[in-house]
């Protein structure tokens, strides 16, 4: 990943022309990889994953760290995949379309949502919400 180019905007903030976040702060060098670099873009567009699918999928990693990484048992996770996942109209190729998240029965919770036991469906068939 690239680091985003900060430059002033208008208002005299730091702000990232590629991706237009915009830093407050007051530390001199802020850092932060850039979500538009063209490294990780072209990698998105080659693994077919949006920058919003990616959005939810640190929105949710940073829950399961928060929570100081909670798991479901293997038992659990492979039931949920099996029974209400696999036969959900939007699960396509491992990933869940609505969230864009992978979801299998990996037991890697860092690379699927059904491990991390702070995560639920989004459309509250499994989880929390359910």
């Known amino acids: 990943m690239t680091d985003c180019i900060l430059t002033r905007n208008k208002n005299g903030y730091l702000e990232c022309p590629d991706c237009h976040w915009v830093y407050k702060g007051k530390a001199k060098h802020p850092r932060r990889n850039c979500p538009n670099s063209p490294d990780l873009t072209e990698a998105r567009e080659k693994l077919g994953i949006s920058a919003e699918d990616m959005k939810h999928w640190a929105q949710a990693l940073a829950r399961w760290t928060r929570a100081v990484y909670p798991v479901r048992s293997q038992a659990e996770v492979e039931r949920i995949e ?20 992978r979801v299998s029965k990996s037991r890697i919770a860092v690379s699927n949502k059904l491990k991390m036991a702070t995560e639920s469906c989004p459309k509250g068939k499994w989880g929390e919400s359910a």
């Not at 696999?86 to 864009?100: L, T, W």
Request: with cysteine; hydrophobic share 10%.
């Open 82 to 101: 099996r029974d209400i996942c696999r036969p959900c109209e939007e699960y396509v190729d491992g990933r869940c379309k609505s969230c864009g998240c």
